[in-house]
């Protein structure tokens, strides 16, 4: 089956769809950076501005996939369907769904996507999708229910012209533990004792996360709440460390400088989580070509797709085709 990769950063769903035998026919991403990445990788440089594709030079396809942006939609909840996408970037996916109308569309969001102006964005995406003649399905998934130690919850819609995509038959797997993906060896950055303090009595959370303490660094005061001072006003979770006993949080794309720290109770010592590490967090493969400068690096991976979950997918369309 053929495939078209669309806003497709570093190319997290074609890694997917190809270990599951797909073919891409056709890729998009605007970003020259990314583009960049990808071209190395996949040995084809994609098209830039989706706005300017043309859809008469487009391969036959069966499916279409999409880790689309979710800009606002400015009319969003009147008509709730294909019109009211007008002006988004969404819109350039119904455009070429209308015409080329692909047996099956993946599009892939942050989980907010679901409460997005009141839930009126998501209502307008599943409406235009059935005006175009899909029987659409979605659900939120999470990453390391498929085989990684990430703790990491994404929207995944699936419109079908058939017989609605069955969430319930992607095989899931008990989470493995965060020190199974670790380096043994490396130039790790160790984190001295006095930079951080650990918590009495962790416990393991149902998501899988070990939180057992936070980095010594100054935060803002004024107006917070008792035993929360060591979380960060902007983004919490780079001031946190976890035990590599659990899972790892969401590998953010806010976090250019990398700041996840991983506690070993075996020597009882904190280091830096490395950025090769983060990329296998997310299921890439190990010679996978990575952008030159380290913040673009750890920018890119976080705006990726979990690799292993787009890749169950994949197969799970092959199967019900």
């Given amino acids: 089956m053929k495939f078209i990769d669309l806003f497709a950063g570093i190319g997290g769903f074609r890694q997917g769809f190809e270990n599951a035998g797909f073919e891409c026919v056709f890729s998009c991403e605007i970003n020259k950076n990314c583009q960049e990445v990808y071209s190395k990788n996949f040995n084809e440089t994609p098209t830039g501005d989706i706005k300017e594709i043309n859809l008469a030079d487009l391969d036959e396809f069966d499916v279409?996939?999409?880790?689309f942006p979710c800009q606002p939609f400015s009319i969003c909840g009147k008509k709730l369907g294909f019109e009211d996408t007008r002006g988004t970037l969404f819109?350039?996916?119904?455009?070429?769904?209308?015409?080329?109308?692909?047996?099956?569309?993946?599009?892939?969001?942050?989980?907010?996507?679901?409460?997005?102006?009141?839930?009126?964005t998501l209502k307008v995406i599943i409406a235009?999708?059935?005006?175009?003649?899909?029987?659409?399905?979605?659900?939120?998934?999470?990453?390391?229910?498929?085989?990684?130690?990430?703790h990491r919850e994404r929207i995944f819609?699936?419109?079908?012209?058939?017989?609605?995509?069955?969430?319930?038959r992607?095989?899931?797997?008990?989470?493995?533990?965060?020190?199974?993906?670790?380096?043994?060896?490396?130039?790790?950055?160790?984190?001295?004792?006095?930079k951080y303090t650990l918590i009495e009595h962790p416990k393991k959370q149902v998501s899988g996360l070990?939180?057992?303490?936070?980095?010594?660094?100054?935060?803002?005061?004024?107006?917070?709440?008792?035993?929360?001072?060591?979380?960060?006003?902007?983004?919490?979770?780079?001031?946190?460390?976890?035990?590599?006993?659990?899972?790892?949080?969401t590998i953010p794309s806010q976090e250019t400088s990398g700041r996840f720290f991983i506690y070993f109770?075996?020597?009882?010592?904190?280091?830096?989580?490395?950025?090769?590490?983060?990329?296998?967090?997310?299921?890439?493969?190990?010679?996978?070509?990575?952008?030159?400068?380290?913040?673009?690096?750890?920018?890119?991976?976080?705006?990726?797709?979990?690799?292993?979950?787009?890749e169950a997918i994949a197969k799970e369309i092959l199967i019900s085709s």
């Avoid at 047996?103 to 839930?119: M, P, R, S, T, Y």
């Avoid at 819609?157 to 319930?168: C, E, L, P, Y």
């Fill in 210 to 249: 070990l939180f057992v303490g936070y980095r010594n660094k100054g935060t803002w005061k004024t107006g917070v709440r008792p035993n929360t001072e060591h979380l960060s006003r902007v983004h919490r979770q780079p001031n946190r460390i976890y035990s590599v006993d659990g899972v790892h949080p």
């Fill in 128 to 150: 235009s999708l059935e005006s175009l003649g899909y029987n659409v399905n979605w659900q939120i998934l999470n990453a390391k229910d498929f085989g990684v130690p990430q």
């Fill in 265 to 310: 109770p075996e020597t009882n010592t904190v280091r830096k989580l490395t950025l090769k590490e983060c990329y296998r967090l997310m299921g890439f493969p190990e010679d996978f070509k990575i952008h030159p400068k380290v913040g673009e690096s750890y920018k890119q991976i976080g705006n990726s797709v979990c690799v292993p979950v787009v």
């Fill in 91 to 120: 819109f350039e996916i119904c455009k070429i769904l209308k015409i080329k109308q692909p047996q099956v569309i993946v599009l892939e969001n942050v989980k907010h996507l679901i409460h997005h102006d009141k839930g009126n």
């Fill in 170 to 194: 992607l095989p899931t797997k008990f989470p493995p533990q965060l020190r199974d993906f670790l380096d043994v060896r490396g130039d790790f950055e160790i984190l001295d004792s006095s």
């Fill in 157 to 168: 819609i699936i419109g079908t012209q058939g017989k609605a995509f069955n969430f319930s």
């Fill in 64 to 67: 279409l996939v999409a880790g």
